[in-house]
């Protein structure tokens, strides 16, 4: 009886081992922030208004976005009626507006797809220059 138990707990040993091995893996190739360049002072932004159907459209792919771990660049979205000021100066004349502020004051619009994976592919392209 006493080898038995023996047995049995080296094999749930055994079997910890290898679950925290398992959730070890997991975290180290699974939860990589996405790298991204540009400085941490770039901002991607989405101008919107909540009555605009388009804003209201663009919003699921632009929270996906904003709840990534993007290195060197922040997410934002700022509403143009809360913020009349910062959208008068931006000179936000359509909504949605996207852009890209980068941190020497260059501004890059964005005219892509409004989806989750075509921001990706614009920050890629755009702030690993």
Known sequence: ????????????????????????????????PL????????????????????????????NKLE???????TIKKINCEENETISQEKNIEGFPTIQLEKANGEIIPYEDNREYDSFIVFLNNNLNN
Do not use: Q
């Open 67 to 73: 709840k990534e771990n993007l290195d060197n660049v």
């Open 1 to 32: 009886m006493n080898s038995d138990n023996n047995c049995f707990n080296k094999n749930l040993l055994y079997l910890f081992i290898i679950l925290f091995g398992i959730v070890v893996l997991y975290f180290i190739f699974c939860k990589k």
């Open 35 to 62: 790298k991204i360049g540009g400085t941490k002072n770039d901002v991607f932004v989405l101008y919107y208004v909540d009555w605009c159907p388009h804003c209201r459209n663009i919003k699921p792919a632009w």
